[in-house]
Each structure stands twice: as C-alpha cells, then as structure tokens.
C-alpha cells in the first residue's frame, strides 16, 4: 500500500499539477480553512491524546501553523521568484539567476508531542515549494493521528497529499520507498534509522530532532523573571516539548533561590493541586510514564515528586544537587523533571556544555552583557534564546533546527520553502561576443590564459544586461576620448 501511495503521487506531481503558483495558493488557503473550521475537532483530539486545553492548544500548536500557512500565502510570489546573483566579467551579458524549483515527493514524518504543528507546519513549506507529500503521523498521538487522516482528503487535493497512518511497519515501509526529501520530527535514535534508509535512495533529509538543552542562570540577573519563565518553558504540555529546558546550570549560592521562586511560580501557574489544573497536560502514555519516572531514583527531589500512573500523571518536579553522571543527565528527560546541576561559574558551565552533544537549544539568563556573550561565541546549539526559553520559535524570519546530534537542516517561514525546494543554477547566453570565449579555446596559451583569469576573476553586480551594455559603451566612449587626446597631442 505505502508504495502505492508513494508511486501515485510522483505521477500525478509529474503531470506539473502542483508548478502553478496559484494551486499552491488555493491549496494553502484550504489548509487554513481546516484548521479554523475544524478547531474544535482538533482541540477534543489533543484533549484525549494529552489533557490539552483549548487555549494551550491554540498557543502551541494553531497560532503557528495559521501564520505559517498566510506568510507562505502572502510572499510564495517573492519566494518562488528568480534569485539574481553577482556575475563575472566573462558572464556580464548573460542570464545569471537561481530558480527554486519542486523537489518532488516529500515524506513528513511528525511526533506525538505536537502533533499538528510537526506535521503541518513542513507540509505549509511543501505546498508552497510545489512538492506532493505523504504525512505519516505518530500512532501515539492516535486520536490526532486519526482526526488528520479522515479531515485532509475533504480539504487538500488527496491525489496530491495523503496521510498514512499505522505503528513502526508502516513507518518502515514508507522508508523502503523512493521519496525526494524526508522530513523527519522526533528523537535522534530514530532519527538515525530514518537517515541509513534514506542513503539508500540517496534522499536528503531534514532531521528535527531534540537532546538536552541546557539553560545557564547566572547570579547576576533577575533571578525572579527568570525562574518565571523558565517555569513555563519546562512544564508546558507537561514537559513534553523538545526545546524544552532540560537542565538548569547555576552556581551553589543561589540553588536555593531558584527552587524558591520556581515554587511561587508553580503555585501561581497551576495552584496546589496540579493534577487539578486545566493548564496541566498528562504523559502520552504509560511507557513514558514509567520511563520518566525512573529519571527520579538517584536524585534529590526539592519541589513535586506526586505521580499517579493511571492517568500518566507526574507533578512538575525540580530536582536539586544533581550530578554529572545521574541517569538522568545521559538522556533527554522529555517530561516534567527540572534538575539543577551547580557549577563553579561560567567557565565551568561552558566546558559542562561543550564537554556533551550539542543541544537543540541554549538558555542564557544574564543581565552581563560579557556573559551573554561568551555562551554565544563559546558554545553551539541549534538555537539560542537569552533571557526566556523557547520564545526563538515563535519567530518566522529565524531558522529552526538543531546542529550535530541535535539534527540537520532548518524549517519556519521562507526557510521552510527553500528547505524543500531545489535552488537550481540557470545561465542562459546569446551567441553574440564569441569573440570573448577564445580566451578557452584551443590552441591554450599564456596570452588567452591570462585573459580568462581577467574575465572570470572580475565579478559585477546582478544587474541587467542594459545596464552591462551601459557601462561596456561608457568605457569605449571613455576608450576613444583617450585615443582622440592622444591623436591630437602628437598633430599639435
């Protein structure tokens, strides 16, 4: 089935359906009209898959994908256009350009943790660049997964885009086929299955993947705001977010102060009783459950600790005086456990995260300007956000993706379109000025080799070839006024 599905929708892309700019238009439109007249489908869907509420839902997941998909409505004319680039002398009078062109066949592959933002938000890319896709979406998140399945044939073309769902078999044999580019959300253990199928076709991939990001508080800042903010960063959709902060580096003098103010927040955001609050999202499902859970045994717990298995159930839980080699610091936690490693300042919070893999996002709290800066020149991650988490995100214009073992490749906005698109290079020459190409010609010599090097050496604007044929004529007007002085000083 999963290759009939791949086969079909490479010929009915091969037909040139999807090359319009306007279908890629009316098709962005309908996806919108999806996620606004069927928002309370997909709210009831994320309510039984996570305990989600509606305004957390509209926060995490709607809001983005409906500025999304009206950014790629409004600019796809400005995004599909040729992109003029600098010429060489040897290619003034030529046609010089970039053209983004259709990938093909695209594989998204979305996670459970959102699962409408990491599906929809790369296919908003793929209508726009022109591409067919197949969405495979987690069978964890199975009542969103079944949702997605039944809406998108009554909104988008459905000989254009399918949804596939299923478990691990049908995931594979997806893999097995032959796809343009695979998008893949989601951890790097799978992620590294996703991308050894993939060589197989040689298909390139995007991989979206996560690790532990760290956030650095540093003694001089606004310990307060920050303990706020980070609060919300970890715990919302119970910790389920893969830039979620991981783990927090501070030093020994000011451990205590942070576990205070994160407990304020705590009772602020979600009252006593947690397990009570509508803004407090559940486990996906028992495996996780218990895998979280056992993050907990070597540690320390200063705040939380209450977990109730029958309703995937663990309080926001900060864990205090946690050391390097815990358990818990050699996995990415993915739930509601916040440790707290101290360390004898930044010198020592730099090595501490160059010393493991590179996260998909960084963390600074910092009112030193010196500070912010040397964890930005010092250390590499996917993203960086300073003075809040997760905030990078919300930001279209700005690339997202990790780096390393966090993941490949960069998605949102524009960079969503040209990450599924092929930038092919066009030059396109008249047969005038032959005269100029003798310079590579046969018989070689030192002369025409030198002249080669001038012309190709020397680059110009991307300007137009009227204005290329301005500048030749001014320096020949330039060139014979020099001969006419030169004529009329040896007569006189």
Not at 36 to 41: F, G, K, L, P, S
């Amino acid at each position: 089935m999963e290759k009939q599905v791949a086969d079909g929708l490479r010929e009915v892309f091969q037909s040139g359906r999807s090359r319009p700019l306007q279908y890629r238009k009316q098709q962005l439109r309908a996806l919108l009209r999806l996620i606004t007249e069927r928002q309370e489908d997909i709210e009831q869907a994320l309510k039984q898959d996570l305990n989600r509420n509606t305004y957390n839902t509209s926060l995490f997941e709607l809001i983005s994908i409906e500025n999304d998909i009206k950014l790629a409505e409004s600019e796809l004319g400005d995004w599909a256009a040729p992109r003029p680039v600098k010429k060489n002398l040897n290619s003034a009078l030529d046609d010089v350009y970039i053209k983004p062109e259709p990938l093909g066949v695209v594989l998204i592959i979305g996670t459970w943790n959102y699962p409408w933002a990491m599906i929809l938000q790369p296919l908003v890319g793929a209508i726009a660049a022109g591409n067919a896709a197949v969405l495979k979406p987690s069978e964890l998140s199975e009542h969103s997964a079944r949702l997605m399945k039944e809406l998108l044939p009554l909104y988008l073309d459905k000989e254009m885009y399918q949804v596939v769902t299923g478990g691990v078999a049908e995931t594979q044999e997806l893999l097995k086929q032959r796809f343009d580019h695979i998008f893949y959300t989601g951890s790097s253990t799978v992620g590294k299955l996703v991308m050894e199928a993939a060589a197989h076709h040689l298909t390139p991939v995007t991989l979206e993947l996560g690790g532990k990001s760290p956030c650095y508080i540093d003694k001089n800042c606004d310990i307060a705001v920050a303990c706020r903010r980070i609060t919300w960063g970890k715990f919302a959709n119970c910790g389920q977010t893969c830039i979620a902060p991981d783990y927090i580096l501070c030093e020994p003098s000011i451990q205590d102060r942070i576990v205070e103010e994160i407990q304020k927040t705590l009772l602020e955001f979600y009252q006593k009783d947690p397990k009570s609050s509508p803004d407090y999202c559940r486990i996906i499902n028992t495996r996780h459950f218990d895998r979280v859970l056992a993050l907990m045994n070597e540690c320390t717990i200063a705040l939380g600790g209450e977990s109730d298995r029958s309703q995937c159930f663990i309080a926001p839980t900060v864990l205090k005086d946690v050391l390097p080699h815990f358990k818990i610091m050699q996995e990415e936690i993915f739930g509601p456990l916040l440790p707290i490693v101290t360390v004898n300042g930044l010198n020592e919070a730099i090595h501490f995260i160059n010393a493991r893999e590179k996260p998909l996002a960084l963390y600074v709290f910092s009112s030193d300007k010196t500070v912010i800066k040397r964890m930005l020149t010092e250390t590499s991650s996917g993203g960086v956000t300073v003075n809040d988490v997760l905030m990078h995100y919300t930001v279209d214009s700005l690339p997202f993706g990790g780096v390393g073992n966090s993941g490949m490749g960069r998605y949102h906005g524009r960079h969503t379109f040209d990450q599924l698109s092929h930038h092919r290079a066009c030059l396109i020459k008249s047969f005038a000025m032959e005269g100029l190409n003798d310079a590579r010609y046969p018989p070689l010599t030192a002369a025409r080799l030198r002249k080669a090097k001038f012309f190709m050496q020397h680059r110009m604007c991307s300007c137009s070839g009227i204005c290329v044929w301005a500048i030749i004529a001014t320096l020949l007007a330039i060139g014979l006024l020099v001969a006419l002085i030169v004529v009329l000083t040896v007569l006189i």
